[in-house]
């Protein structure tokens, strides 16, 4: 069983950054993989970024209007994953979850993630 708690998020002026974290208990570093996705009011649950870890190393992926902004990480040392945000915007509002799977797989199907934490509120003010 894997449990995930998230935290950073607040309220932050457009162009201005956060860094989201996301603290796993149990045996997440088991979980291979790892997601931010967001969901603003009214909008459909949408992957950010992910990150899957493998022996030949690291991948992620970005959702196109993060790319250069965002960006993942892991500290397996502190069971813990990242997301830096850069050069905020509106647009980036939502309560952003953490999820996690075993799979080496990279994926941001929201489906392929088993374990989900309770999300933290970004807002962005203009």
């Known amino acids: 069983q894997v449990h995930l708690v998230e935290s950073g998020g607040e309220l932050v002026q457009a162009g201005g950054s956060l860094k989201l974290s996301c603290v796993a208990s149990?045996?997440?570093?088991?979980?291979?993989?790892m997601g931010w996705y967001r969901q603003a009011p009214g909008k459909e649950r949408e992957g950010v970024s992910c990150?899957?870890?493998?022996?030949?190393?690291?991948?992620?992926y970005y959702e196109d209007s993060v790319k250069g902004r965002f960006t993942i990480s892991r500290d397996n040392a502190k069971n813990t994953v990242y997301l830096q945000m850069n050069s905020l915007n509106p647009e980036d509002t939502a309560e952003y979850y953490c999820?996690?799977?075993?799979?080496?797989?990279?994926?941001?199907?929201?489906?392929?993630?088993?374990?989900w934490g309770q999300g933290t509120q970004v807002t962005v003010s203009s």
């Open positions: 149990g045996t997440i570093f088991s979980a291979k993989s």
């Open positions: 999820a996690a799977r075993q799979s080496t797989i990279l994926s941001r199907l929201l489906n392929d993630y088993a374990y």
């Open positions: 990150m899957s870890s493998s022996v030949t190393g690291d991948s992620t």
